[in-house]
């Protein structure tokens, strides 16, 4: 957390009110109220203190247990409950979330989840990968967002943006990329297996399978496709191109991420300085979210 720096007490103890949950900072704020001296209180929230996260994973587990009991209730009457039980701050995600669009099963099923996955549970492709990336670095929120959407395609990005205009947090975003995304190869070798099932049949006419080579491909890929095929090349070549893609290493890097390798070529840049150039590139709407957001939690 401190990068091997020497912080201060009090420096320490700031940046553990940051990552606590709501109840473990009023605690800390009380002790410190209440003359504790700073290290004492450092050492309690050590071995006791929760972190946001923590505290929304057992809060989601004691709801799940209590629906066990009340499996008749109503959508309406379960974010009632959910009202009454949640934080202050899950509480006001909730009804930004209804607000925005969100369907009452898409937010029941969201607070009732969190933490439902195994800590045993296999870590994704994309998990191992962006631990690799994050290995040493002390990222915030924004930070780790922008370096996994370095990593992935328009359709994700899109996916991110989305999720954030709903009212999901940044950390439920984060979470959601780790558990679920597929790494580009993955995706290559998925759609590889499908085309294979799609063009097994030998009597499909070209324009039929270029109609369903369309419905695989991404809106990039298609105008590939369609150069592909302006250029003269076959239907036949151009689907021998999508199958055997994911053998290509460029492949693993999307179009942001080679842009970013271009512009720190040759320059020695310093994380921090990597770190804000990716950010300088991201899109504005990402950017006017992002202000969106901080506003909505100032106001």
Same mark, same amino acid.
């Given at each position: 957390?401190?990068?091997?720096?020497?912080?201060? =007490?009090?420096?320490?103890?700031?940046?553990?009110?940051?990552?606590?949950?709501? *109840?473990?900072?009023?605690?800390?704020?009380?002790?410190?109220? =209440?003359?504790?001296?700073?290290?004492?209180? $450092?050492?309690?929230?050590?071995?006791?203190?929760? +972190?946001?996260?923590?505290? &929304?994973?057992?809060?989601?587990?004691?709801?799940?247990?209590?629906? *066990?009991?009340?499996?008749? %209730?109503?959508q309406e009457e379960i974010i009632d409950m959910l009202k009454n039980e949640l934080s202050s701050d899950d509480k006001s995600?909730?009804?930004?979330?209804?607000?925005?669009?969100?369907?009452?099963?898409?937010?029941?099923?969201?607070?009732? =989840?969190?933490? =439902?996955?195994?800590?045993?549970?296999?870590?994704?492709?994309?998990?191992?990968?962006m631990e690799e990336m994050m290995d040493g670095k002390n990222l915030n929120e924004d930070e780790i967002l922008a370096l %996994?959407?370095?990593?992935?395609?328009?359709? +994700?990005?899109?996916?991110?943006?989305?999720?954030?205009?709903?009212?999901?947090?940044?950390?439920?975003? $984060?979470?959601?990329?780790?558990?679920?995304?597929? +790494?580009?190869?993955?995706?290559?070798? *998925?759609?590889?297996?499908?085309?294979?099932?799609?063009?097994?049949?030998?009597?499909? @006419?070209?324009?039929?399978?270029?109609?369903?080579?369309?419905?695989?491909?991404?809106?990039?890929?298609?105008?590939?496709?369609?150069? %592909?095929?302006?250029?003269?090349? +076959?239907?036949?070549?151009?689907?021998?191109?999508? %199958?055997?893609?994911?053998? @290509?290493?460029?492949?693993?890097?999307?179009?942001?991420?080679?842009?970013?390798?271009?512009?720190?070529?040759?320059?020695?840049?310093?994380?921090?300085?990597?770190?804000?150039?990716?950010?300088? &590139?991201?899109?504005?709407?990402?950017?006017?979210?992002?202000?969106?957001?901080?506003?909505?939690?100032?106001?």
């Amino acid at each position: 957390m401190t990068q091997g720096q020497e912080l201060t =007490n009090y420096q320490i103890y700031e940046l553990m009110k940051e990552q606590m949950d709501a *109840e473990s900072r009023k605690k800390m704020e009380e002790m410190v109220k =209440n003359g504790c001296p700073l290290e004492e209180v $450092i050492e309690h929230f050590m071995k006791k203190g929760k +972190t946001k996260e923590q505290a &929304q994973n057992e809060k989601s587990e004691e709801l799940r247990q209590k629906m *066990e009991g009340a499996k008749d %209730m109503s959508q309406e009457e379960i974010i009632d409950m959910l009202k009454n039980e949640l934080s202050s701050d899950d509480k006001s995600q909730l009804e930004k979330m209804l607000k925005n669009g969100c369907s009452m099963q898409e937010v029941i099923d969201h607070f009732l =989840n969190r933490g =439902n996955e195994s800590d045993s549970e296999e870590k994704t492709a994309f998990q191992t990968r962006m631990e690799e990336m994050m290995d040493g670095k002390n990222l915030n929120e924004d930070e780790i967002l922008a370096l %996994m959407r370095s990593q992935v395609d328009d359709e +994700t990005k899109a996916e991110i943006k989305a999720m954030l205009e709903k009212g999901y947090t940044k950390q439920d975003v $984060i979470n959601h990329l780790l558990k679920n995304q597929k +790494t580009n190869e993955e995706k290559d070798r *998925e759609n590889a297996r499908k085309l294979i099932s799609l063009f097994d049949d030998q009597e499909m @006419s070209e324009q039929e399978k270029i109609n369903l080579l369309e419905k695989q491909l991404n809106n990039e890929d298609k105008a590939q496709m369609e150069e %592909m095929l302006r250029r003269g090349c +076959t239907i036949e070549e151009v689907i021998g191109h999508f %199958m055997s893609r994911s053998d @290509s290493p460029d492949r693993e890097k999307s179009n942001f991420a080679k842009n970013i390798e271009k512009l720190i070529e040759g320059k020695n840049l310093s994380e921090d300085d990597v770190l804000q150039l990716i950010e300088g &590139q991201l899109d504005d709407e990402y950017k006017t979210e992002n202000r969106k957001e901080n506003d909505y939690k100032k106001g």
